[in-house]
């Protein structure tokens, strides 16, 4: 396990390296100079040049990737020049939220994922399993800030039973908070239960015609028992990893969610700072973001060893 | 939400392909809707239809009438005709972006997978880098510092679709260049050229067609999302996904202007993803697949 684990981390470290890198090059992508927008229309050449060295942009590109990547390594992530605001703090502020919504809308699209697929799995080929394996299909069409849509009207718009945005903390209104959370997370879970439920649904299938499971029946243990104690554990580690990396993925991908709903979450800090042009936040955010994404992708890496003996003994 | 997720959607168990006959009906209407869409995204000019930015103050929100077949939006524009207009961007951006995957990915692929070694080592770790972005906050964060216009959104969708292609068009080289076809090809004194170009060029080319279709799919999404969020093609020109932004502000007076756009993006998605898979099962190189 730990020449595993180590082997691993040394593939990390490249990795890590590069998004730096690759983060450090899309900011640089910015036409004409960061100077200039900065000081916006109050810039004078004096001005500009004195920023320009104040900030270190006068030096070619690899001595600023480098100074840059030593403040990153030391925990300065940089500093919002609207607000003086630092990117750490603005981070530490919103990914409460953005947890938050994460637990909840992985919690929802297991609770719809699991069940479904387990029905679909001892059913298999019967019109209700592709009923839904043809709805899983149809819901890739279904892009989710037009479930945002279709939910608000639903249930904001028409019935009125849920607000559409509105956040509030949840040391004030426990309750409130809760209730501005149910819709964005339903949001991100229609998204998630089909993903869920193929995946668990094939494994599931496969792990039923093992000979244990038929060893089980023979026993004439009760079929909810073989399926729920016998057949889903060890049906259950795409499911694992795919639960995995969807959390990564959404530390940043809900910004189209946390924005419909007004969540003040990673993701609409995210846009927010493209709103605002605030091109520091914006590049101190992807770098986190992004570091997040690769880091839930080691540490999935890392479960995936721990529930299969197998990959880390060396076929991986 | 974007293109990594092209890798998940390659491995789901085709719904259409146990079907047996329900499978050309769906089939033949989802190339219908694509055919007419196409064209009206293509005459668009042509058409008898009212400018797309023509604003009628007097008409804001109004329903279908027999000058506005699909009513007005909320600065009195034309439904249809915006519909019609934000097709070609939709399009435009769906069909482009992925050709750029296509082409360099496909080719990165091939090598990669024909040639191996060292080659193909970096390719890979190139491809798992670029994997590492989320890419929707990649596509976003790209086009904010690049500036909002359709050729930026088209190159920065492009490139994220790159890693996608490869790592096809690397597993399905890989599946092919041992077998006998290439080596009796090897052994004949071919050249590397010859047999990536005549003898595996022709067995990839499909596989990555079907893949490409989604990546269409997959494309007009993101698009949408994009302009959805303000940050796509900037106004006035129509494009569904703002259309859709739009016309959230209005869903408790006039649902309608959000949900045709969005109606429109989701059977012109849906129509993709079912010509791609139907593709797909039909190229599928695993046994059984058909």
Sequence with gaps: ?316 | MAVLELEGDTALVSPVRRRGRRLGGLFVAALFWVVLIGLAAILANVLPIVSPTDMDFLGKRAPPSAAHLLGTDQLGRDMLSRLIYGARISLTVGLLSPVIGLVIGGALGMLAGYFGGRFEALTVGGVDVLLAFPPLVFALAVTAYLGQSALNITLVIGVLSIPAFTRVARAVTLSLAQREFVVAAQTLGATHMRILLRELLPNVALPLMAFFLLAVAVTIVVEGALSFLGLGVPPPAPSWGSMIGEGRESLDIAPWLAFLPAGFMFATVLAFNVIGDTLRALTDPRPGAL
């Excluded at chain 1, 500009?48 to 403040?71: E, K, N, S, T």
């Excluded at chain 1, 903390?169 to 991100?188: C, H, K, Q, Y």
């Excluded at chain 1, 229609?190 to 015609?209: N, Y």
């Excluded at chain 1, 091109?279 to 101190?284: E, K, N, R, T, V």
């Design chain 1, 1 to 316: 396990m730990a020449r595993f684990v180590g082997r691993k981390l040394l593939h990390l470290l490249p990795v890590l390296l590069a998004v730096t890198l690759l983060t450090f090059l899309i900011a640089s992508l910015l036409p004409g100079d960061l100077a200039y927008t900065i000081l916006g229309d109050q810039a004078t050449p004096e001005k500009v040049a004195a920023l320009r060295a104040q900030m270190g942009l006068d030096l070619p590109i690899w001595q600023r990737y480098l100074h840059w990547l030593w403040d990153v390594l030391q925990g300065d992530f940089g500093r919002s020049f609207r607000t003086g605001e630092t990117v750490l703090a603005a981070v530490a502020d919103r990914l409460p939220v953005s947890i938050e919504l994460m637990l909840m809308a992985e919690g929802l699209g297991l609770l719809i994922g699991i069940p479904l697929a387990i029905l679909c799995a001892v059913r298999s080929g019967s019109a209700i399993d592709r009923f839904l394996t043809g709805l899983a299909f149809g819901k890739l069409s279904l892009p989710s800030f037009m479930v945002a849509i279709l939910l608000i009207y639903l249930f904001a718009v028409t019935l009125g039973w849920l607000p559409a945005t509105g956040w509030v903390p949840f040391t004030e209104d426990p309750i409130g908070n809760l209730r501005s959370f149910v819709l964005p997370a339903l949001t991100l879970a229609f998204a998630e239960w089909p993903v869920l439920m193929r995946v668990l649904r094939s494994d599931m299938i496969a792990t039923l015609q093992e000979d244990y499971i038929a060893m089980a029946k023979a026993k004439g243990l009760h079929p909810a028992r073989i399926l729920l104690v016998h057949a889903l554990k060890p049906s259950s580690l795409t499911l694992v990893t795919v639960t995995g990396i969807n959390i990564g993925r959404l530390i940043g991908g809900a910004l189209i969610v946390e924005t419909i709903f007004a969540l003040p979450g990673i993701g609409r800090l995210l846009v927010g700072a493209i709103y605002a042009r605030d091109f520091i936040i914006l590049q101190g955010v992807v770098l986190f973001v992004a570091i997040g994404f690769v880091l839930v992708n080691f540490i999935v890496d890392m479960l995936y060893a721990v529930l299969d003996p197998r990959i880390r003994h060396g076929r991986a």
